[in-house]
């Protein structure tokens, strides 16, 4: 267990319950604020389902974007939020993330994160992913908790349960080194504790079509701060809208044995000009649709496997960095097949050669008659991006899945990161930041849109909190 500060109490401004992203976030923020912050991680590692993610993030109208070339807008970016989420969407927390967005992008510059180049990716009008490498990003951040004197990190701690006055939020109960610990706050508790990806329960009680989906996201991803917030009647929103991640490598195919969550990798040749092909080696959707509503379209088919299919001009744009387009990493640690012709690649991973060639060849085809007469295919992504022919050997082949890497559904919460119950009120000194929160992605999701609302959630949940105590004051 890390005690990086030797408080002399067990009382805090504020008690965060959760180290990944978005906890890390309200924790740095109220620290800087000069706040006492007690931060608590269930498992031994910190960094939850970013860590496992592809680190990237969805920012608009950033300089980065403006030297690719790319010209973009947060206002296109809102369009495009509630385009993804059906119109779902809280409208008060998409203008809270808009609103907030390019100031979270230059705070996390500040503490040394490091973001690649710009690409495109999924639900997205115009290239706006900016990733980073979801290691380096919460090393950078977990280094800044450590440092400040004002933090106290521990870790392995479990939270039991949240301790109350009346209905006001007054302390956390947790675990620690087998111990029962209590801690009190006096600006309130924020949840950061994740979704429920890892939790079997959960899964088929709110999305039972997930249910033969790999279970991936944060090792203590089992909705604890969920069931904890339910015993003082908070309310939930999204949870019919679970869906999977489409393009999650099958590590051992054709053995049916799933990757570990730390070997799993996700890569989308699709968004560069890749199909996507089934059992059956015929191509299953249009490509260029959300990976999520892929995902769901891929459990549909024969034991749920699906396979990408590029060629070497795609592979050249493969970029090196832990994201969704580094392709050649992919091939070199054996997850890519490659072959001189489309026979011998489907051979290679057990599909019918003639199949295949027919599913490449009229697909090339409609692509230079400028019209896909199958899914009705019109671009990379989103309206984004020429379709391209796969004609230019070698040629390359992805075996992939379905997984739920996060849940994208949880508490009801206001603008301020403030939970509301089951009757429209607000629970005193509860905050919620990051994957437990529910409303902001409605059916859908934007790539990169996750890690980015972990930070504006998490930030405003502490400005909040300690905004409120100063005006009881």
């Not at 002399?8 to 890390?24: C, E, K, N």
Request: aromatic fraction near 8%.
């Amino acid at each position: 267990m890390n005690h990086n500060t030797d408080f002399t109490s067990d009382r805090f401004d504020l008690i965060v319950a959760g180290g990944g992203l978005a906890g890390h976030s309200a924790a740095l923020q109220a620290a800087d604020m000069g706040a006492s912050v007690l931060l608590l991680e269930k498992t031994p590692r910190y960094g939850g389902s970013t860590t496992q993610s592809s680190g990237s993030f969805a920012f608009a109208g950033t300089q980065a974007q403006r030297d690719a070339g790319y010209e973009d807008s947060a206002q296109n970016m809102e369009g495009d939020l509630v385009r993804a989420s059906g119109n779902l969407a809280d409208p008060n927390l998409i203008s809270l993330y808009i609103e907030r967005q390019a100031d979270a992008y230059e705070w996390l510059r500040a503490r040394g994160v490091v973001f690649h180049p710009v690409s495109l990716s999924s639900n997205q009008g115009v290239p706006r992913t900016h990733a980073t490498d979801p290691t380096q990003l919460m090393d950078a951040l977990h280094a800044r908790v450590t440092e400040h004197p004002s933090i106290r990190y521990v870790s392995p701690a479990a939270l039991t349960g949240l301790l109350a006055q009346g209905n006001r939020v007054t302390g956390v109960q947790y675990v620690a080194d087998g111990e029962e610990r209590e801690a009190l706050t006096t600006a309130g508790v924020v949840l950061a504790t994740g979704g429920f990806s890892r939790d079997a329960d959960l899964i088929r009680k709110f999305a039972p079509k997930m249910a033969n989906a790999l279970r991936l996201g944060g090792e203590g991803n089992a909705g604890d701060g969920l069931r904890l917030a339910w015993k003082l009647g908070a309310d939930v929103v999204d949870m019919p809208y679970v869906n999977g991640t489409f393009g999650i490598s099958l590590n051992n195919y054709p053995d049916p044995k799933p990757p570990l969550a730390s070997e799993a990798l996700l890569r989308l040749a699709i968004y560069r000009g890749g199909i996507a092909v089934n059992l059956g080696a015929e191509r299953f959707a249009d490509e260029s649709v959300s990976y999520k509503t892929l995902g769901e379209l891929c459990l549909q088919q024969k034991d749920g496997v699906g396979f990408q299919v590029w060629d070497q001009d795609i592979m050249d744009q493969s970029v090196p960095a832990p994201n969704s387009t580094d392709f050649e990493s992919a091939f070199a640690r054996g997850l890519v097949r490659r072959a001189d012709s489309i026979a011998e690649l489907a051979r290679s991973v057990g599909l019918d050669a003639g199949k295949l060639e027919a599913t490449i060849n009229r697909y090339n085809e409609d692509v230079r008659a400028g019209r896909d007469t199958v899914f009705g295919r019109a671009s990379l992504g989103k309206g984004w991006g020429t379709l391209v022919p796969i004609a230019r050997a070698p040629f390359y082949i992805y075996p992939c899945t379905t997984a739920i890497l996060a849940t994208y559904c949880g508490l009801k919460a206001n603008r301020e990161m403030r939970v509301v119950d089951v009757l429209g009120e607000t629970i005193p000194g509860l905050f919620a930041a990051g994957e437990i929160v529910g409303g902001f992605h409605g059916s859908g999701y934007m790539s990169g849109s996750s890690l980015s609302k972990s930070v504006i959630f998490g930030r405003v949940a502490a400005e909040t909190a300690l905004a409120a105590v100063k005006e009881s004051v």
